[in-house]
């Protein structure tokens, strides 16, 4: 045989392997459990209604349980939304899957003697959860790769996966180990992180939730360490003390926030922030925010009052707003109008730069009066935020 054709023709085997070989998603497949021997290893969309498992599950195709750790299960339910495929892992502590397995032992049984199934599923899914998952996600693979993009197809137990990059692949259930929503969006040609706590401005509040399960740990000034976490969806703590060296009272403070949404561009929040400052009575101030807009851009109004002053309760005026400028870079701006006998206005701009988990924010400061006085007007502003959860 000719030598050149043997070596053009490994050229071209060798050409035709790579460009296959993503097109699918090789990893290590865990084993589904087999909840009850008559349903077998993946519960499909007639098994699900004949039982009521999970209950009315709109384009369901399958449902899988996994072995996760010793005392725990994953529970894989696929299905086919409108235009992409969705996947919603759901984890099950030991007690859980052993309740379930009992139920569904007694519905099968039921089921074989002529009665009528019950009316509450036997594992019922929140209908909101699948809302919540993004369109783009990370996927980490058995194996540890991972790839981020969206699940546009799934047929029974195996999902049919478009990376960011456009390139397809079908990935079977098993191999999947967990997903992580992807925060960015395609924006004028091209994949754009957004801003990781829109949940304030340099300090203030703003009219948008800290989610369930995430939080930050933030520093002002170096000496003002504070820590935020997202309890639910609406509902989010914050606290912290300051660090000064050599002082042996600190300032503390704490502050719950309610959040609402009031429509997809606009939402509404209303707390309190309580201060205990050294040698002092401390402040108390009630708050209320919406900011309205989106993701690129926004603005916030709103007002505070002194809830445990003495004195004359004047209000506090805020007028804020971000606009985003690059892939890592925002603009920001943080107004205070005091009102009373002794009004000012407090003014700041800056700006945020940010990656997915660490934000750093330089700005500003100045009053009516800093600016109409001699000398340098503006007074410096920092603070870095490293952010935890999904």
């Known amino acids: 045989m000719d030598i050149r054709f043997q070596h053009r023709a490994g050229v071209v085997f060798f050409l035709l392997f790579i460009l296959y070989a993503p097109l699918q998603a090789k990893s290590p497949q865990a084993l589904p459990e087999p909840i009850h021997p008559k349903l077998g290893a993946v519960v499909d969309s007639l098994e699900n209604a004949s039982y009521n498992i999970f209950g009315p599950i709109p384009g369901f195709s399958t449902g899988c ?190 502050a719950p926030k309610l959040t609402f949404s009031i429509s997809h561009s606009a939402g509404f929040s209303t707390g ?12 108390t101030l009630g708050y209320a925010v919406t900011t309205f807009g989106n993701r690129m851009s926004d603005a916030t109004l709103g007002t505070g009052i002194p809830l445990n002053s003495d004195s004359e309760r004047n209000l506090l005026l805020l007028i804020g707003g971000g606009a985003q400028i690059s892939n890592s870079v925002k603009l920001i701006t943080e107004n205070w109008i005091f009102t009373g006998e002794d009004s000012f206005i407090l003014f700041s701009g800056g700006f945020r730069f940010f990656s997915d988990k660490l934000m750093v924010d330089l700005a500003l400061l100045t009053t009516e009066e800093g600016l109409s006085g001699e000398g340098f007007p503006f007074m410096p502003y920092v603070d870095f935020a490293v952010f935890f959860g999904e």
């Open 272 to 283: 309190f922030l309580t201060m205990k400052v050294p040698d002092g009575d401390g402040i």
């Open 65 to 254: 349980f996994y072995f996760s750790e010793v005392d725990r299960y994953r529970l894989h339910l696929i299905r086919q939304d409108t235009n992409r495929a969705q996947i919603l892992i759901v984890d099950l502590p030991l007690e859980t899957w052993s309740d379930l397995k009992t139920s569904i032992r007694k519905r099968i049984a039921d089921a074989e003697a002529g009665l009528q199934m019950p009316v509450k599923a036997a594992f019922a899914v929140d209908g909101t959860q699948w809302a919540k998952i993004p369109p783009v996600q990370k996927v980490t693979l058995n194996d540890g790769n991972e790839m981020t993009g969206t699940f546009v197809r799934a047929r029974q137990d195996t999902l049919f996966f478009k990376t960011v990059g456009g390139l397809p692949m079908a990935i079977p259930d098993a191999a999947i180990q967990s997903l992580t929503g992807f925060e960015r969006e395609f924006v004028d040609g091209k994949w754009m992180r957004f801003d990781p706590n829109t949940s304030r401005l340099f300090f203030a509040p703003t009219g948008r939730p800290l989610k369930a399960g995430t939080g930050y740990f933030a520093d002002y000034y170096v000496f003002f360490p504070t820590i935020a976490v997202g309890v639910t969806d609406f509902l989010s703590f914050s606290g912290g003390m300051s660090l000064f060296p050599g002082i042996e009272s600190q300032a503390f403070y704490f």
